[in-house]
């Protein structure tokens, strides 16, 4: 056996390395001091790594606004905006939107379009794989950098990963496999697909209403109602890719059947459609006028923000989730919704999970989804896991260079 | 600065000799093709580290059963079971269950006995301090090398750790805390506290009806209802400690209030006292005899089957685990409870879940907490998280030996 202690020596500063460029890829900007505190490196260690990763190209000096009294600008680090390209899509139930960020977490350029004629699931990707193409043209963005891409799309199921090439079996695909399959042949490069509700729980944590928690209900009640769930700031999917799945909890046992099997589920009472149903409107902007009024509409509303609060109170009470966001058109109604789900949750849940959680409402709208691949892509996936580190030239050779990883 | 390498490689092999002891903490006995794949490292790199250990005497080569059809007995690893000992201990409502074992997770000594007349909590912690000092003597143990306690209590709450020196204010202490400071100062040893139920979904994923399982939901239905939920092979608390408390899952929003501040509470029909007020009986014992004729009891325990698959498909609805193990008094009772339970949950359940979930019977009754206390001490608490590794001599005096943990 070869002497292990070179290659050892290299994994050990390419390991340090890494969590530095992880807490980059997580956070974004920070600054010195706070890249020590989340990675855990002592001073000395970091400032060998960072030299090192800044002499490479790879992490770059910024300045960050003045936050101390005299108004001095720190100096901050993010990961070079030039390293590659990120895209986060949505594809959405009526529309596209499309998210494209550098590696600092800049969004360098966003656009939302309607599917128009588009209707099956390959000209509806062609749409998306031109739009894509288009906003980075506008935006003077060379799509070659393109490091990862994540998708939001709607429906439950599990999260698929195609590698660059594609998957193995490409014919007969369907769902996320092919959007998957189709965008990583596209683009070449590594695609992550989940569900767009679920991803948006990803979105908050990161950039929107509770932007840092490590734990997280996302509740989503608009078309569809769903959910997302952050346990230690992983995003949960369950044995079978489902969890979370707000919509399909029951709240009316004597409630009528639902397609997915269930009875009285949530979706049929907070959701969009179920709520027009019920008050015999059309269109939203309509109820949503209506809400000023003292029609049924009111009632409709509230109704369906208790069966929200009580479904709430349930989930809390399973994970005991400290924030929980809540976004969608019903959400958007504020307090004729918001109150009595409040005031539902209250009622059911036991007292130290009554005081311990805090509701929000989502900072990310309407972009949740996008900008929830764009997190897929960016931190959440095996996408990013290796950032590409150069050899030390005395280990490019060494023979175990693989053991211990 | 000075040049970092020796600690540096010193830390990697300490780092892969760790990962080693883990999962040989986490699984026991474990043959050298199970380590391999567990651990992740290659053959050669391994077989220095084993070396290394067993000479050592960290680890010892036991002998497996026959696996193969030529009956031939494969080699084994375990942890030395001279490494040290380890105390799990239930505190519960009427009695205290105890088990020690070795650290290759073999038990050497149980032991249940009823509090008597000892009623504060001074008093039952000097009961269980007696009675594991009766035990380890009975069974020749030196507690002289105990390493660690876990303790399952009564009641909801957060997990509570003390350093083997004791909390450091001792004065005043209460419920957790105190159990855990009075048996750190009276063993010289950190000891963990936890829900004897929450530890028993670890005792059931460790070594009972889901062994090896990653993710679990135990549900608990004797004198209280409770839960422990278990994902990714991480014990869920929550952000305030009282994650899975399925016992608070509202299953009646019309129902009575609860202690805890909610309403209709599962534990209000799905725990001993709920069911023999409801029946009017005073003992268990009679209750279950009932339960083959025609009376009331019958109806009396369906009705707490179905509110308990009510909360069971909601709960499963929230983290979609793959297995559900079923524990108590009520679940003993067998088919009048669990079928209307089983039926209850399917009805409830979206289709996808209802396909996905294995329920069980708990396999560590009665000693699911003093287990679960034990699966503790073993490998969930930071107690163990550093084995003691010999500093090589060459780095005995690094400077920066602290940098990059």
Not at 319 to 346: I, Q
Request: proline share 5%.
């Amino acid at each position: 056996m070869t002497d292990p202690a070179p290659t050892a020596l290299h994994r050990l500063r390419q390991s340090n390395a890494e969590r530095v460029l992880g807490c980059l890829r997580r956070h974004g900007e920070l600054s010195r001091a706070e890249v020590a505190e989340h990675s855990g490196l002592s001073r000395t260690t970091l400032s060998t790594i960072l030299g090192d990763l800044i002499r490479r190209g790879v992490v770059v000096e910024t300045e960050l606004p003045p936050s101390n009294r005299r108004g001095r600008p720190t100096g901050g680090l993010a990961l070079n905006p030039g390293a590659g390209q990120y895209l986060g899509l949505e594809l959405g139930r009526n529309r596209i939107r499309l998210v494209l960020a550098d590696a600092a977490h800049r969004v360098q350029a966003r656009d939302d379009l309607s599917y128009g004629s588009a209707r099956g699931a390959a000209d509806r990707l062609a749409l998306a794989e031109r739009a894509v193409r288009e906003a980075a043209d506008r935006h003077g963005i060379t799509l070659g950098t393109l490091a990862g891409i994540g998708v939001g799309s709607t429906g439950p199921g599990e999260l698929v990963l195609a590698p660059a090439a594609g998957l193995a079996e490409p014919d007969g695909l369907r769902g996320r496999e092919l959007i998957a399959d189709r965008l990583a042949r596209a683009f070449e490069v590594p695609v992550g697909v989940d569900n767009n509700t679920r991803l948006t729980a990803l979105a908050e944590a990161t950039w929107g209403a509770a932007a840092g928690a490590s734990d997280l209900l996302y509740a989503h009640f608009s078309h569809g109602t769903g959910g997302g769930l952050i346990i230690g700031g992983q995003l949960i999917r369950g044995t079978g890719g489902v969890a979370a799945e707000l919509g399909h909890l029951c709240v009316d046992d004597t409630g009528p059947e639902c397609w997915c099997g269930g009875r009285g589920c949530l979706e049929r009472y907070a959701s969009v459609p179920a709520v027009l149903r019920a008050t015999g409107h059309r269109r939203w902007a309509v109820l949503r006028d209506a809400l000023a009024g003292d029609g049924a509409e009111s009632e409709v509303v509230r109704t369906a923000g208790e069966h929200a609060g009580a479904a709430l109170a349930a989930m809390c009470t399973a994970v005991n989730a400290g924030r929980v966001v809540l976004g969608g058109e019903l959400a958007e109604l504020g307090e004729p919704f918001l109150r009595p789900l409040r005031e539902s949750f209250a009622r059911r849940a036991m007292r130290s999970l009554r005081g311990g959680v805090e509701f929000g409402t989502a900072g990310t709208a309407p972009w949740g989804g996008a900008l929830g691949g764009l997190a897929l892509a960016l931190h959440e996936s095996p996408l990013l896991a290796r950032y590409p580190l150069p050899q030390h030239p005395e280990q490019a050779a060494a023979p175990d260079a693989e053991s211990g990883r």
